[in-house]
């Protein structure tokens, strides 16, 4: 319009702009508002997704050193477990979803015993290759024993969409939302308020000093590989219901929660929760409003930019915030 | 000095040699991708091995190159040759403009950051369908021609990707040896003494990124001219992170490991044929075994278990 009369004066066009928007329904600007909340709300419980992943990579970081690449592979687990237990066993979904979690903290147990215990000299890169070799075997393994197939789990309860406040919300996405807020206080409570959370914590400060003052270091060790598959089998589970399940959503859904939880500084507290959060929500607005085929590049530029800006990511006060 | 001369000579000679060994074309074909992967890794050994600077994205200045080389080839008629330049100096000198703000992060901030711009332009790879084809890919890349030679099969091709592969092997190593590379190894060990020391740590890792990034283009063009066909799925995230694991289990900090590791993990898949549908929990369980059981790469593991093989010879060794 601006090309079409280089002369017209802003007048014109404020009348111009009023006269388009009159006539585009009413209706049609409810719509967009209604199409942002939904964006939102739907960024919201991906965001919850990726923070729960993200603690789970923050929590083992700052016990070893370790960026575990085989966290989304948990996440896979998660719901490919529920899934079989649910049709092979005929588990009602009650008891299948803490099976699924108890069956994929063991597996986080004997990952953590066979490749990570016996290496007491090893670099923390050749650890990471490991982490991507149990990736590679997990995956491999599923991949076998469940096939190719892309199978959805059965919503928690139900499909019908509630309304509320315009937004359509599926029954799902407030289970992801009292689900993930559990956890944070739950998560919160150990860290602070039990012994063992406070020995895991003086052992993300400083190693050596905490076994030095009695802290089994080993066992802390383990204890972040189990609170991590557990949390990730978690995501795993309560995400299927919306986004289907397959051998390989781990790999994807694995590197958000790294990046949820670089934005939020590697801390495994709140900041983690907020940085999956703001990059759900931002991936979504972006996905819906720019292009769908962009979405996961969205991410990743939002994060690069967070990176330069702000190279100790976005909420690290101090080293005492580091959990 | 000498002694670097003579193992370099006769891996030339191994190398001009093989084919009259190996004369069936399915194997040349292979022999081929171990050469360019060579090259890869080669490259990012610079960076990560002695420079100490992880990439996990390094995947993107490979598939830049090919589809540099790609797009200008077969939908511009550029000359290969030509192309293969321009390629590569556009992707060094993005290299250099990028390096210098991601070069500044370190450890796991440095991995997430270059992982995050290997997925980027892999997702636009994809998704820039009338430039690169999409995720169904680019085809009728020329062959590379040299007067009356093109380089249009596996036998000629094995030639001219080991004669590049040789040259930037001679080049790496003369770098690692020079003043460049002590600089290089002095950031690994400790950024700050390299600094206090005089090194200018910043501007040597954006170079060092930059000549990692142009080998790395350099080798795709030469993928992408003796494969006349690229698809996305070869530059994705997996092989960024497969380059990683050539290197470390080659053996960070050496250019002879990074060609063991280019040799075994480009010859694996091809070996563990036999498992079938088990080949990539064979593989999974190798890496994990290799990098446990051989934690200074190939380059120090293949010696270590032939002396444990032969206790007599180690003990003789140990005397002398």
């Given at each position: 319009?601006?090309?079409?009369?280089?002369?017209?004066?802003?007048?014109?066009?404020?009348?111009?702009?009023?006269?388009?928007?009159?006539?585009?329904?009413?209706?049609?600007?409810?719509?967009?508002?209604?199409?942002?909340?939904?964006?939102?709300?739907?960024?919201?419980?991906?965001?919850?997704?990726?923070?729960?992943?993200?603690?789970?990579?923050?929590?083992?970081?700052?016990?070893?050193?370790?960026?575990?690449?085989?966290?989304?592979?948990?996440?896979?687990?998660?719901?490919?477990?529920?899934l079989s237990f649910i049709s092979a066993l005929q588990l009602p979904l009650l008891l299948a979803v803490p099976?699924?979690?108890?069956?994929?903290?063991?597996?986080?147990?004997?990952?953590?015993?066979?490749?990570?215990?016996?290496?007491?000299?090893?670099?923390?890169?050749?650890?990471?290759?490991?982490?991507?070799?149990?990736?590679?075997?997990?995956?491999?393994?599923?991949?076998?024993?469940?096939?190719?197939?892309?199978?959805?789990?059965?919503?928690?309860?139900?499909?019908?969409?509630?309304?509320?406040?315009?937004?359509?919300?599926?029954?799902?996405?407030?289970?992801?939302?009292?689900?993930?807020?559990?956890?944070?206080?739950?998560?919160?409570?150990?860290?602070?308020?039990?012994?063992s959370g406070k020995a895991m914590r003086a052992c993300s400060f400083n190693r050596r000093a905490a076994s030095?003052?009695?802290?089994?270091?080993?066992?802390?060790?383990?204890?972040?590989?189990?609170?991590?598959?557990?949390?990730?089998?978690?995501?795993?589970?309560?995400?299927?219901?919306?986004?289907?399940?397959?051998?390989?959503?781990?790999?994807?859904?694995?590197?958000?929660?790294?990046?949820?939880?670089?934005?939020?500084?590697?801390?495994?507290?709140?900041?983690?929760?907020?940085?999956?959060?703001?990059?759900?929500?931002?991936?979504?607005?972006?996905?819906?409003?720019?292009?769908?085929?962009?979405?996961?590049?969205?991410?990743?530029?939002?994060?690069?930019?967070?990176?330069?800006?702000?190279?100790?990511?976005?909420?690290?006060?101090?080293?005492?915030?580091?959990? | 000095?000498?002694?670097?001369?003579?193992?370099?000579?006769?891996?030339?000679?191994?190398?001009?040699?093989?084919?009259?060994?190996?004369?069936?074309?399915?194997?040349?074909?292979?022999?081929?991708?171990?050469?360019?992967?060579?090259?890869?890794?080669?490259?990012?050994?610079?960076?990560?091995?002695?420079?100490?600077?992880?990439?996990?994205?390094?995947?993107?200045?490979?598939?830049?190159?090919?589809?540099?080389?790609?797009?200008?080839?077969?939908?511009?008629?550029?000359?290969?040759?030509?192309?293969?330049?321009?390629?590569?100096?556009?992707?060094?000198?993005?290299?250099?403009?990028?390096?210098?703000?991601?070069?500044?992060?370190?450890?796991?901030?440095?991995?997430?950051?270059?992982?995050?711009?290997?997925?980027?332009?892999?997702?636009?790879?994809?998704?820039?369908?009338?430039?690169?084809?999409?995720?169904?890919?680019?085809?009728?890349?020329?062959?590379?021609?040299?007067?009356?030679?093109?380089?249009?099969?596996?036998?000629?091709?094995?030639?001219?990707?080991?004669?590049?592969?040789?040259?930037?092997?001679?080049?790496?190593?003369?770098?690692?040896?020079?003043?460049?590379?002590?600089?290089?190894?002095?950031?690994?060990?400790?950024?700050?003494?390299?600094?206090?020391?005089?090194?200018?740590?910043?501007?040597?890792?954006?170079?060092?990124?930059?000549?990692?990034?142009?080998?790395?283009?350099?080798?795709?063009?030469?993928?992408?001219?003796?494969?006349?066909?690229?698809?996305?799925?070869?530059?994705?995230?997996?092989?960024?992170?497969?380059?990683?694991?050539?290197?470390?289990?080659?053996?960070?900090?050496?250019?002879?490991?990074?060609?063991?590791?280019?040799?075994?993990?480009?010859?694996?898949?091809?070996?563990?044929?036999?498992?079938?549908?088990?080949?990539?929990?064979?593989y999974g369980l190798l890496l994990i075994s290799m990098t446990m059981f051989m934690p200074g790469g190939l380059?120090?593991?293949?010696?270590?278990?032939?002396?444990?093989?032969?206790?007599?010879?180690?003990?003789?060794?140990?005397?002398?």
């Open positions: 319009m601006l090309n079409q009369s280089p002369t017209c004066s802003a007048g014109d066009l404020i009348i111009a702009c009023a006269a388009f928007i009159s006539h585009k329904e009413v209706q049609s600007t409810m719509d967009i508002s209604q199409q942002l909340l939904q964006y939102i709300v739907s960024g919201l419980s991906t965001g919850a997704i990726y923070a729960l992943i993200g603690l789970g990579f923050a929590i083992i970081y700052n016990s070893t050193g370790i960026i575990n690449f085989a966290q989304g592979e948990f996440v896979m687990l998660g719901a490919v477990l529920t099976l699924a979690i108890a069956a994929t903290t063991v597996i986080g147990v004997i990952f953590e015993r066979l490749t990570i215990r016996p290496l007491k000299n090893a670099t923390p890169l050749s650890l990471v290759i490991i982490t991507i070799g149990v990736s590679i075997l997990l995956r491999g393994i599923v991949m076998l024993l469940w096939g190719k197939d892309t199978r959805a789990l059965p919503a928690f309860s139900g499909n019908d969409p509630l309304s509320i406040a315009g937004a359509t919300i599926l029954p799902q996405h407030l289970w992801i939302f009292a689900l993930t807020g559990l956890v944070i206080i739950a998560n919160k409570l150990y860290f602070y308020y039990s012994i030095l003052v009695g802290i089994d270091v080993k066992r802390m060790v383990l204890f972040s590989f189990m609170i991590s598959a557990a949390l990730g089998s978690m995501a795993g589970i309560i995400v299927a219901p919306l986004t289907m399940t397959a051998y390989d959503v781990g790999i994807m859904l694995g590197l958000k929660g790294f990046c949820a939880a670089i934005i939020g500084g590697m801390s495994s507290g709140l900041g983690t929760v907020i940085g999956g959060l703001i990059l759900g929500t931002l991936e979504s607005l972006g996905a819906g409003l720019i292009s769908s085929g962009y979405k996961d590049a969205i991410a990743f530029i939002i994060l690069l930019l967070l990176l330069f800006i702000r190279p100790q990511g976005l909420f690290k006060k101090g080293e005492t915030e580091r959990v | 000095m000498k002694r670097e001369m003579v193992k370099f000579l006769i891996l030339t000679a191994v190398v001009l040699l093989a084919p009259l060994l190996f004369t069936g074309g399915y194997l040349m074909n292979v022999l081929v991708f171990v050469g360019i992967n060579t090259m890869l890794a080669v490259g990012l050994n610079l960076l990560l091995g002695f420079a100490g600077q992880i990439s996990l994205g390094h995947a993107a200045f490979f598939g830049l190159g090919a589809y540099g080389s790609g797009i200008l080839t077969a939908t511009y008629a550029v000359n290969p040759w030509l192309a293969m330049l321009l390629s590569a100096g556009a992707v060094a000198l993005l290299a250099f403009l990028v390096g210098f703000p991601i070069l500044k992060l370190k450890g796991h901030y440095l991995a997430m950051a270059t992982l995050g711009l290997g997925i980027i332009v892999y997702i636009v790879f994809n998704e820039t369908v009338d430039l690169t084809g999409g995720p169904s890919g680019l085809s009728g890349i020329p062959n590379l021609s040299f007067w009356k030679l093109t380089f249009d099969n596996d036998f000629k091709n094995y030639y001219l990707i080991w004669g590049f592969t040789l040259l930037i092997m001679l080049l790496s190593i003369n770098l690692v040896n020079s003043r460049i590379g002590r600089a290089l190894r002095a950031i690994h060990d400790s950024e700050v003494a390299a600094r206090v020391m005089g090194v200018n740590a910043r501007l040597l890792k954006v170079q060092v990124f930059t000549l990692s990034a142009l080998i790395s283009a350099v080798a795709g063009s030469l993928y992408a001219h003796t494969m006349t066909f690229i698809s996305p799925a070869s530059f994705g995230f997996h092989f960024s992170i497969e380059l990683v694991t050539m290197v470390i289990i080659g053996g960070l900090g050496s250019i002879y490991g990074s060609l063991l590791g280019a040799v075994l993990l480009t010859l694996l898949p091809e070996l563990l044929r036999a498992f079938q549908d088990y080949d990539i929990i064979v380059v120090k593991g293949i010696p270590a278990g032939i002396a444990l093989l032969l206790p007599g010879r180690r003990r003789r060794g140990e005397h002398a």
